[in-house]
């Protein structure tokens, strides 16, 4: 497969998705994840397992579990911390609390039905920073539980983590920024806000340093380091997918993927 082309057609063996470590800017992934719901939803449909570290995971239970509204929510939230002094690092501001507001608000009754097996979530063992990818739910609290623990980030999200029976987890991408599945499968398309080897990522000009985060190679330039940042601490978010020819997705976040 071409870096940033996933191919429209039906395939025998579906490939899973794999959503990246984002941030704020899982706008982006949630822009590339609108296009395919537009012009190619049964890639969204038939994917055998949906993967998701930090935000990506909430990317990825966006698309199992059709949470519609969360990419608004998010929009809105970065709005609103725009008012105050430091942004998301102001006392007042409490993302946590946040994303679990949210989660409870948008997640389907029977989201664990819809995630069991399917929904991956990339989490980081506290004890030991061991990877571990849960798949199997019980109840839409474990669904919730589980995507909080991914997207816990210590001191920017607060200072305990949360746990899965006693168990103490932290953001998903600080062990795997990019997912995979630990047995491998017939094919995978990865998805990220940063350019790099992903197969779905903004186009940047071509640079002379690389740098490897969590496992992911990424670009070593200016626009990369900007997407961190604005990942962290938001300035200005868009979700805006393209329209797109047969058998190739764009999609737009202030900046146009790979074609």
């Not at 982006?28 to 055998?48: D, K, N, S, T």
């Not at 920017?156 to 932290?170: A, E, N, Q, T």
């Not at 599945?181 to 990865?190: A, E, G």
Request: hydrophobic share 45%; net charge neutral.
């Amino acid at each position: 497969m071409s870096p940033g082309v996933s191919s429209c057609h039906y395939r025998e063996v579906p490939p899973c998705i794999s959503f990246s470590g984002s941030g704020f800017m899982a706008t982006y992934q949630l822009g590339v994840a609108q296009c395919f719901l537009i012009h190619a939803p049964w890639i969204l449909r038939m994917a055998p397992c949906v993967l998701g570290a930090s935000a990506g995971s909430l990317v990825a239970a966006a698309v199992v579990c059709e949470m519609i509204g969360i990419r608004d929510e998010m929009l809105h939230f970065v709005k609103q911390m725009k008012a105050f002094t430091l942004g998301p690092l102001n006392p007042s501001i409490n993302i946590f609390n946040w994303l679990e507001v949210v989660l409870q608000k948008y997640l389907p009754s029977d989201a664990h039905q819809l995630a069991n097996g399917r929904l991956a979530v990339a989490m980081t063992r506290l004890i030991d920073s061991k990877l571990i990818i849960k798949s199997d739910f019980q109840s839409k609290e474990d669904v919730i539980q589980a995507l909080l623990c991914s997207c816990f980030v210590p001191g920017y999200c607060g200072m305990l983590p949360p746990s899965i029976k006693g168990v103490h987890y932290v953001d998903g991408g600080f062990s795997s920024m990019q997912p995979l599945l630990p047995v491998p499968c017939s094919s995978i398309l990865t998805v990220s806000p940063f350019s790099g080897e992903m197969d779905i990522c903004p186009a940047d000009t071509p640079c002379m340093w690389d740098m490897v985060v969590s496992g992911t190679t990424l670009k070593g330039n200016m626009a990369n380091s900007l997407r961190i940042l604005n990942a962290l601490y938001p300035m200005a978010l868009e979700v805006r997918p393209l329209m797109c020819p047969t058998g190739r997705l764009v999609a737009n976040v202030g900046t146009m993927c790979k074609t």
